[in-house]
């Protein structure tokens, strides 16, 4: 099976879990901000990641990719990134926000993906 057809599974799965954590049931001070927006250009591809913590605390990061990514996959790569990171520093309740149309209706289910890679 090719790592890119993994690779969205994997993202199906993980926000399927994430959604189970209704932001609904999340109080206002619970609740954590991610905005995310990949890039990609000649030069390489990457990503930034901006987190807003319940206590209005500001995380910011940005990461260079080691391998080639077409500007769909940095924005795809910078989510999962992001909300693994929260995740991981106790996130259970988290908007996540991206200026890439094509990422946030393929989350939603609106559009479907039209190629196993993104």
């Known amino acids: ?17 994430m959604a189970e954590m209704s932001i609904k049931d999340a109080s206002q001070d619970q609740r954590w901000l991610l905005h995310v927006d990949g890039s990609s250009t000649t030069q390489g591809s990457g990503a930034g990641i901006v987190t807003t913590t319940p206590q209005g605390e500001d995380v ?4 260079k990719f080691g391998f080639k990514a077409s500007n769909n ?4 790569e910078a989510l999962v990134i992001g909300m693994r990171m929260d995740h991981e520093a106790g ?3 988290l908007l996540a926000c991206s200026d890439s149309q094509l990422v946030v209706k393929q989350v939603e289910g609106t559009y479907k993906k039209l190629r196993k890679r993104v």
């Open 1 to 17: 099976m090719p790592g890119t057809t993994i690779k969205a599974q994997a993202l199906a799965h993980f926000i399927s879990e």
């Open 60 to 63: 910011e990061f940005a990461i």
């Open 73 to 76: 996959e940095a924005e795809y």
């Open 91 to 93: 996130a259970r309740h």
